[in-house]
């Protein structure tokens, strides 16, 4: 499922109209309908607070429109990665990266997640960092792969 179906049957189960996501988020009714009708995405800070409103992992809110397949690396180790806001430590079995996000101009276009298996629950994805550029991403993917091994 892309992003806009992701989102619009995700609000529809928690019973929030679009107008009230609007007034979570602080935007109009207008952008959350664009969203939903995939005529554009939300700011980076927007699809967290998004992701976080509506209680669902921003893997799992992006669905297949933001995530690229062939950036996803897996090894069979794992690595203690502390997230980009210091407040959380992962233990990393696998990352992922995303290219996708719509931004304002100078602000980082990528992002990379590191997921964790060990819970109950199944895989969570945590944010690692933002990025500029895909070489900057591509490097720092290539550290955390060797230290894996």
């Known amino acids: 499922m892309t992003f806009s179906e992701n989102l619009k049957l995700i609000r529809k189960e928690k019973g929030i109209t679009q107008e009230e996501l609007a007034d979570m988020l602080e935007v109009s009714r207008q952008a959350v309908s664009k969203w939903e009708l995939d005529e554009g995405y939300p700011e980076v800070e927007k699809l967290m607070l998004l992701a976080n409103k509506l209680n669902v992992s921003l893997d799992f809110l992006m669905g297949n429109s933001i995530l690229n397949e062939s950036n996803k690396s897996q090894t069979t180790g794992r ?8 407040k959380s430590i992962i233990n990393c079995h696998k990352i992922t990266s995303s290219n996708i996000f719509v931004t304002k101009k100078g602000d980082p276009k990528y992002a990379l997640f590191g997921i964790d298996g060990s819970s109950f ?11 500029n550029d895909s070489d900057s991403i ?12």
């Open 79 to 86: 690595i203690l990665i502390t997230s980009y806001d210091g």
């Open 138 to 149: 591509q490097n720092e993917i290539k550290e955390i792969m060797h230290a894996m091994k």
């Open 121 to 131: 629950w199944g895989e969570n994805s945590t944010l690692l960092g933002w990025y």
